[in-house]
């Protein structure tokens, strides 16, 4: 089965409540996979960088403004990273280090907040070069999420957002992100890419 919403209806009364629904997506599920091609994942979002976002968001959707409200809940969100109860497997493309939210200060803390956190026990995280060859067609973002109540898949587009619970195209989406992080790079490889990105955003 497959939702869609538009996001005008969905962030009807702001960000915050939107950012709730998605906190208890994330505490309900133990495990989860994420692949993000063109920007950070949220739940390794700093401050700083979540508030350029949403307040892109709140600017180009025209819904009401609420932007600090919404940022302290997807801060909560990232609890799940510490608790010792979740574990998720997270691939970024290697342009969403790149990609200028904020400017170059916001970029480089959150380059740094990424090499921090990049050995949590939770997180296997990995980084897809920009030159990766890979056997599936680059997807947009999307997320898969494993709870009590089923699987699901999780996708943002511009309009309006996605939710997948149909078994065998959850299991296409599991493929989908085998083959990407087949191409990703992991340890000491994604940290160098990191860093990289780092350096750039330090000039």
């Given at each position: 089965?497959?939702?869609?919403?538009?996001?005008?209806?969905?962030?009807?009364?702001?960000?915050e409540?939107?950012?709730?629904?998605?906190?208890?997506?994330?505490?309900e599920?133990?495990?989860?996979?994420?692949?993000?091609?063109?920007m950070?994942?949220?739940?390794?979002?700093?401050?700083?960088?979540?508030?350029?976002?949403?307040?892109?968001?709140?600017?180009?959707?025209?819904?009401?403004?609420?932007?600090?409200?919404?940022?302290?809940?997807?801060?909560?969100?990232?609890?799940?990273?510490?608790d010792?109860?979740?574990?998720?497997?997270?691939?970024?493309?290697?342009q969403?280090?790149?990609?200028?939210?904020?400017?170059?200060?916001?970029?480089?803390e959150?380059m740094?907040?990424?090499?921090?956190?990049?050995?949590?026990?939770s997180?296997?995280?990995?980084?897809?070069?920009?030159t990766?060859?890979?056997?599936?067609?680059?997807?947009?973002a999307?997320?898969?999420?494993?709870t009590?109540?089923g699987?699901?898949?999780?996708?943002?587009l511009v309009?309006?957002?996605?939710?997948?619970t149909?078994?065998?195209?959850?299991?296409?989406?599991?493929?989908a992100?085998?083959?990407?992080?087949?191409?990703a790079?992991?340890g000491?490889?994604?940290r160098?890419l990191?860093?990289?990105?780092l350096?750039?955003?330090?000039?």
């Amino acid at each position: 089965m497959t939702h869609t919403t538009p996001w005008q209806q969905r962030l009807a009364t702001g960000t915050e409540d939107i950012q709730g629904e998605v906190i208890r997506w994330y505490q309900e599920s133990r495990y989860g996979k994420a692949f993000v091609p063109t920007m950070v994942w949220g739940t390794l979002q700093t401050e700083a960088y979540a508030t350029a976002v949403l307040r892109k968001v709140v600017e180009f959707l025209g819904v009401p403004d609420d932007v600090p409200a919404g940022v302290a809940k997807r801060m909560e969100r990232q609890q799940v990273l510490y608790d010792g109860e979740h574990r998720y497997d997270v691939v970024l493309g290697e342009q969403g280090l790149y990609t200028n939210i904020g400017g170059a200060s916001v970029m480089r803390e959150q380059m740094e907040r990424l090499l921090r956190d990049f050995g949590l026990p939770s997180l296997n995280l990995g980084i897809l070069p920009s030159t990766a060859e890979v056997s599936v067609i680059p997807e947009p973002a999307f997320s898969i999420f494993e709870t009590d109540e089923g699987r699901r898949v999780d996708y943002e587009l511009v309009s309006r957002g996605v939710d997948i619970t149909e078994p065998s195209e959850v299991a296409l989406h599991d493929r989908a992100f085998d083959a990407i992080s087949a191409g990703a790079r992991y340890g000491d490889a994604a940290r160098e890419l990191i860093s990289k990105a780092l350096d750039h955003w330090s000039r």
